[in-house]
């Protein structure tokens, strides 16, 4: 298995910044995917964003030019710059681990983001 654990999360207001971090209990470079999503208030999970263990990235459109995912092998955790931040931003951000190799799939407990107007 992978504990993983997300922090960085809080209330800023819109235009400014936030560095969303996922560190895991196992070797990250062994993960497939790790990838941010989020869940606003009365909706559905979305998926943010999300790096292989190639380096490949993947980003929704509505945050593409704004976030910025990255994964540091030696710290086992990865990373989810947020510029930019609009009001609609606002969630409940989850970092989730695809890891055959440790026996599957895999998700953070969360860290709230709030941005205000």
């Known amino acids: 298995q992978v504990q993983l654990v997300e922090s960085g999360g809080g209330l800023v207001q819109a235009g400014r910044s936030l560095r969303l971090s996922c560190a895991a209990s196992r070797n990250i470079f062994n993960i497939d995917i790790m990838g941010w999503y989020r869940q606003a208030p009365g909706k559905q999970r979305e998926l943010v964003a999300y790096?292989?263990?190639?380096?490949?990235?993947y980003y929704t459109d509505v945050v593409k030019g704004r976030f910025t995912i990255s994964r540091d092998n030696a710290k086992n955790t990865v990373y989810l710059q947020m510029n930019s931040l609009k009001p609609e931003d606002t969630a409940d951000y989850y970092c989730?681990?695809?890891?055959?190799?440790?026996?599957?799939?895999?998700w953070g407990r969360g860290t709230q983001v709030t941005v205000s107007s």
């Open positions: 790096i292989t263990s190639g380096a490949f990235t």
């Open positions: 989730k681990a695809d890891a055959p190799a440790y026996g599957g799939s895999f």
